[in-house]
């Protein structure tokens, strides 16, 4: 078995386990279309979008699984959904994404809102992909963790995804990998995880 056969597996388990999971979902349909499986990885896509609907990056990927599988409309209604989603949070690397996606399928590329502020009264973005807080985002009151990695989540993620990552995700990647933390490399693991939910790995 390939090393990406087994992390197929690996997150197919955590998506079957723990059907609620965005993660687990949402890597387990990066690989299954990093593997030629687009039709599985869409599954995998619609129910991450389930989980989290303002998921931006989701929307690329699923729009790609149609071209691939060659539904033209179903890409461009999925990729124009992803696009007015992508341009409300400000996820400038996705919208420009579904939009070369749109051009190469001769759709015409919506129309931006006029730019403004986004009236947030913390006035911080979070710039995690999936994030729900919107105008409700805050900072954190400080760096989480005492390293670079803690600042970069500091001035990038806010508090509301930290929480959601620390208080819940950490704790089913811990039980479901089974992962020491005592270990090197179940601390790689659980970093590796983190970075990934962060949207710091693409």
Not at 83 to 106: C, F, I, Q, T
Not at 139 to 161: K, M, T
Not at 184 to 199: A, C, S, T, V
């Amino acid at each position: 078995m390939s090393q990406l056969d087994e992390r197929i597996a690996q997150f197919r388990k955590m998506a079957t386990d723990d059907p609620d999971n965005e993660l687990g979902h949402f890597r387990l349909g990066q690989l299954l279309l990093e593997d030629n499986q687009p039709a599985e990885a869409a599954k995998s896509f619609e129910r991450t979008l389930e989980l989290s609907p303002q998921f931006s990056k989701v929307f690329q990927l699923l729009g790609e699984c149609r071209i691939k599988l060659g539904e033209k409309d179903k890409a461009i209604d999925v990729l124009t959904k992803g696009w007015h989603n992508a341009d409300e949070k400000g996820d400038r690397m996705p919208k420009e994404a579904m939009e070369k996606l749109l051009v190469s399928l001769g759709a015409a590329v919506p129309q931006t809102k006029a730019a403004a502020d986004d009236g947030s009264p913390g006035g911080f973005r979070c710039q995690r992909p999936g994030c729900m807080e919107g105008n409700r985002a805050r900072q954190l009151p400080a760096p989480p963790i005492p390293d670079e990695l803690g600042q970069r989540i500091y001035e990038n993620v806010c508090a509301g995804c930290w929480n959601l990552w620390f208080k819940d995700f950490s704790i089913k990647v811990i039980n479901e990998l089974r992962l020491d933390l005592s270990s090197e490399f179940g601390q790689n693991e659980y970093d590796r995880h983190m970075r990934e939910f962060l949207g710091f790995d693409s």
